[in-house]
């Protein structure tokens, strides 16, 4: 089976050779520059285009567009064989030769995310590398990859939030077809792949556009990067297409699942109708017929609106995030300020009804933030107790398990794996993995000490961090060691503790295929309720999809806790033993009372 989204501009295989086309409005002229074959004008066609159809290239060619004496790559290029800088490469989609006609995706309720970076997933960082521990992934009982951001970025290591050419999957990762063999993959063990993709910004280093195409940016709008992408003025047509493109060249030409739309709460734009729902209204027509396509955004302003039938399935929820994370390592600085105060109530109300902040003034942010979100259902919010930012935030890039006790952790983790939200692990998570995930890149020397002060700069707000020696004590980002000290260590995985925490890992999404996932079919909003049965201990109850009743105990305190009443149902997890009449330190328990029709 073979499968090519045909772009409207890069590089496309046609009948007579290759059809070559550029959005330049800045540039006089362009001509087309193919390594081995000298330089040919590319013809005006009106609106800042720039287009040549030419027999002097074919698969494998390498070429640049050359503008105003500069040479530079294609934005749309689908590979980059000598990095951001160096000539792209014509590549034949058809080439590769595809196994999973079979596959038909998986639905949203029964997904569980598991999202890794793939240059320190593996021992070998590309990925190949992601392919051989495939199997782990299906014994441990996820259903779907989410991949960290693999657009091109300048270097040899980085986050992947960097890219700069967001159609071509980063080289030192591996060839398109190598993605796409990993995809094929997945599919042929029954796991689900979602791609992380970056709409907000460019990197800071290796992006032309400004050099032919200024009205690719705009000073309108700014952000944390600079002038922001012309999403709304004159212009912005192009660029919306460049984005809604690079939207279904993902899922169609590799076959992905899932888009993970990166801190959409940085995307400017005033538009009648905003970029982000005409990108996900042009996927649910283009991909929605043959099989499920999932839409997940990462957004602060907590903005309920996107998640309905039709747009967006999901949020990630960093407000029950942040409680869970309060309740378990004690941390109150920064962000976790606003979560400090009432953290029981705080998680009673994530897991209840999906944000925290519905409208409220978060005083850490000096404003209001967010929309009403209990009229959702709990299947629109991802949680997790560990994701790439919520690790990289820390000055050392510490995990969880370095942070709070395994008491604490075990609740936190029955607590997310086994309620009706869609979980997310966070590579070597499930094993309790001590690799730390410290923020790191790979820039040239006057752009690394920017980013380096930058970094320790960021942190000198916190107490620990104010003297000078002591910021001097944070990973450099720039350095190769950082990133090494991030790549997990598989050996560990068949050590005590760790294969303890695997194990018990298994157990717990075992049972959420079992008895949970099932249920979340047509789970509605208001479905759930909350109620604090100490300062450090809550219930929660949600009526699920099939007229079940499930029903969360939750003590993150040292002290047990008096139930007024033994709890209804049947007991499906315990972290200790079953509650009758008071909930044990440091306990999670789930109960399960089926529908009448049962």
Excluded at 344 to 367: F, I
Excluded at 403 to 423: F, H
């Amino acid at each position: 089976m073979k499968r090519h989204h045909e772009l409207p501009f890069g590089a496309e295989l046609v009948a007579g050779g290759v059809r070559f086309r550029l959005w330049a409005p800045g540039a006089g002229a362009v001509a087309l520059r193919v390594e081995g074959k000298g330089d040919l004008a590319m013809a005006a066609e009106g609106a800042g285009w720039f287009g040549l159809t030419t027999d002097a290239a074919g698969a494998g060619s390498r070429y640049r567009y050359v503008v105003a004496g500069q040479a530079v790559p294609d934005p749309a290029s689908r590979y980059q064989p000598e990095d951001v800088h160096g000539p792209s490469e014509v590549v034949d989609p058809r080439a590769y030769d595809w196994r999973d006609a079979a596959w038909h995706g998986r639905r949203w309720d029964e997904i569980v995310l598991y999202e890794l970076h793939a240059g320190s997933f593996s021992e070998s960082g590309d990925f190949a590398g992601i392919e051989r521990h495939l199997d782990h992934l299906v014994r441990l009982g996820v259903t779907a990859v989410e991949l960290m951001p693999v657009a091109d970025f300048p270097g040899a290591r980085n986050w992947g939030y960097d890219g700069v050419l967001l159609f071509a999957p980063e080289s030192r990762y591996g060839r398109p077809e190598d993605l796409k063999h990993l995809v094929d993959a997945a599919h042929g063990r029954g796991l689900a792949v979602f791609l992380d993709v970056v709409y907000n910004h460019f990197g800071p280093d290796g992006n032309y556009l400004d050099h032919y195409a200024p009205d690719f940016f705009t000073e309108r709008h700014q952000t944390p990067w600079g002038a922001a992408i012309n999403f709304d003025g004159p212009g912005a047509r192009a660029v919306r297409d460049f984005y809604v493109e690079n939207a279904l060249y993902w899922l169609e030409e590799f076959h992905l699942d899932g888009l993970r739309f990166d801190a959409v709460h940085a995307i400017r734009d005033d538009s009648a109708r905003s970029i982000l729902v005409e990108i996900a209204e042009t996927v649910r027509q283009r991909c929605g017929a043959t099989r499920p396509v999932h839409l997940v955004l990462e957004n602060d302003k907590n903005e309920a609106r996107l998640l309905r039938p039709g747009l967006f399935d999901a949020q990630w929820d960093d407000d029950l995030h942040h409680a869970l994370r309060v309740l378990t390592s004690g941390e109150s600085a920064g962000y976790y300020a606003d979560y400090a105060d009432a953290p029981v109530a705080r998680l009673g109300r994530a897991l209840a009804e999906g944000y925290v902040y519905q409208g409220e003034r978060s005083e850490h942010r000096g404003a209001a933030r967010g929309e009403p979100s209990a009229h959702l259902p709990p299947t629109a919010f991802v949680s997790f107790i560990q994701n790439h930012d919520q690790v990289g935030n820390n000055a050392f890039g510490l995990r969880l398990s370095m942070l709070a006790t395994p008491e604490a952790i075990r609740v936190a983790a029955a607590v997310y794996l086994l309620s009706p939200q869609i979980p997310l692990i966070f590579m070597g998570e499930e094993w309790g993995a001590t690799q730390p995930f410290p923020f790191f890149c790979d820039f040239g020397p006057e752009l690394a000490d920017k980013v380096r002060e930058g970094r320790r700069r960021e942190f000198a707000e916190f107490p620990e961090f104010r003297d000078a020696a002591a910021r001097a004590r944070i990973p450099d980002p720039c350095a190769e060691s950082t990133v090494r000290s991030a790549v997990l260590d598989w050996g560990a995985v068949q050590r005590p503790p760790h294969d303890e925490w695997l194990a018990r890992y298994q157990a717990m999404l075992e049972l959420r295929a079992r008895e949970i996932a099932p249920r979340l079919r047509g789970i509605g909003g208001n479905a759930g309720a909350w109620r604090a049965l100490g300062p450090r201990a809550l219930a929660v109850s949600w009526r699920l999809g099939d007229g079940a009743h499930l029903l969360l105990l939750a003590n993150f305190g040292d002290g047990a806790v008096s139930l007024a009443e033994p709890p209804r149902g049947r007991l499906i997890h315990a972290t200790g033993d079953a509650p009758q009449t008071a909930l044990a330190p440091f306990s999670a328990a789930f109960f399960l009372t089926d529908s009448p029709r049962e």
